[in-house]
């Protein structure tokens, strides 16, 4: 079975740091596309970031770029986002996502994790 | 950026009704365009890729159409569990979802 399991959220303080794991299993994550989203409460969805599962290229939001930094490491079958420069408006559950396609980017995500919850305040 | 407009943002409808979804690219987009369903408290679930091809496992009361800007997802006899809020989202540049539909019960 496909899965996708994150951690790491919590409560943190403006201007300070976290960083979030998403553990995958039942597929070649290798060879995948992956992806962070976020929802603030009670509000949509927003597209944080996503990692090339082929070369590696990273793509991020306006909102991010320059204090989040999304990588991967296959050996370990593991994802992550990490949080820099954290402010009230990052507040959100943030939900990992796989690509629709092997070898591809930007096709959509069929499987997603459950969410781990992010809140920045003081 | 891309935007992605969906229209109504929220929507009234009984058991059996059909029900179709609005969304509105800024630019064109060709046939980059997914849809979601997410319920209260839980993660999204993957509907509809390409604009039109129903993931696996999903109901063919759903179906989607469209390409360029204009989009619409169509669900052709509301079941109890349909009820939700759905998102659109463009896959043709990064991604962007649209601000979702609350489907809610007449």
């Known amino acids: 079975e496909v899965q996708l399991l994150e951690s790491g959220g919590g409560l943190v303080q403006p201007g300070g740091s976290l960083r979030l794991s998403c553990a995958a299993s039942g597929f070649t994550f290798s060879s995948y596309a992956m992806s962070w989203v976020r929802q603030a409460p009670g509000k949509g969805l927003e597209w944080v970031s996503s990692i090339s599962g082929s070369d590696g290229s990273t793509y991020y939001a306006d909102s991010v770029k320059g204090r989040f930094t999304i990588s991967r490491d296959n050996s370990k079958n593991t994802l992550y986002l990490q949080m820099n420069s954290l402010r009230a408006e990052d507040t959100a559950v943030y939900y990992c996502a796989k690509d629709l396609r092997i070898n591809g980017d930007f096709n959509g995500m069929d499987v997603w994790g459950q969410g781990t919850t992010v809140t920045v305040s003081s | 950026d891309i935007q992605m407009t969906q229209s109504p943002s929220s929507l009234s409808a009984s058991v059996g009704d059909r029900v179709t979804i609005t969304c509105r690219a800024s630019q064109s987009i060709s046939t980059y365009l997914n849809w979601y369903q997410q319920k209260p408290g839980k993660a999204p679930k993957f509907l509809i890729y390409?604009?039109?091809s129903l993931q696996s496992g999903v109901p063919s009361r759903f179906s989607g159409s469209g390409s360029g800007t204009d989009f619409t997802l169509t669900i052709s006899s509301l079941q109890p569990e349909d009820f939700a809020t759905y998102y659109c989202q463009q896959s043709y540049s990064t991604y962007t979802f649209g601000q979702g539909t609350k489907l809610e019960i007449k």
């Open positions: 390409a604009a039109s």
